[in-house]
């Protein structure tokens, strides 16, 4: 019997790619089955030897015994010194900051109130004139301790009787060291 292949050569050629395509693709299909079959067997046995050793060692060593007794300990004591070490770090000595705060301090300003937020400080008080105020200004910017100050421009518009809010940043590193 005589077969007749009646179609163009343009089908014929997308017949034999389709038919390549899905040949290939089955042979990932088939490597990626083999290939994930392969990775779960594997990890089953990676599970069962870790529990087997984990097993063997718990029964043959009896210094795990003693250790795990102690270890809860251990690590609590460790704790508290790591916290312990911590705030030692992040202590910063105020006294240091309150006694450069009160010699800096000229004749005549009251200090009422001192706001700390981490590095701001913001100062409120009374000055009983001008240039109670500016000596005051001078001090800080002069102080080692305060990085920069801020006195607001109405509060030095003022002549007498000035209530005042000085902002200021003060230098951390230089309180915490042992230097200053």
Known sequence: MITLNLLPPQTKKEAHLLQLYLSLKNAIVLLLLFTTLAAITLLLAKLTLQEYFTRVVDQTTLTTQYGNIFSKDIKDVNRQLTEVNKIQSEYIPWTKFF???????????????????????????????????????????GSPLFLESDVPLENLLTRENINFNIKSSVDLTRLQSDAY
Request: proline share 2%; glycine share 6%; no cysteine.
């Open 99 to 141: 006694a450069e705060l009160s010699d800096i301090t000229p004749e005549g300003i009251v200090i009422f109130n001192v706001n700390i937020n981490g590095k701001d400080v913001t100062l409120s008080g009374f000055a009983q004139n001008r240039d109670q105020l500016l000596k005051l200004q001078q001090a800080l910017s």
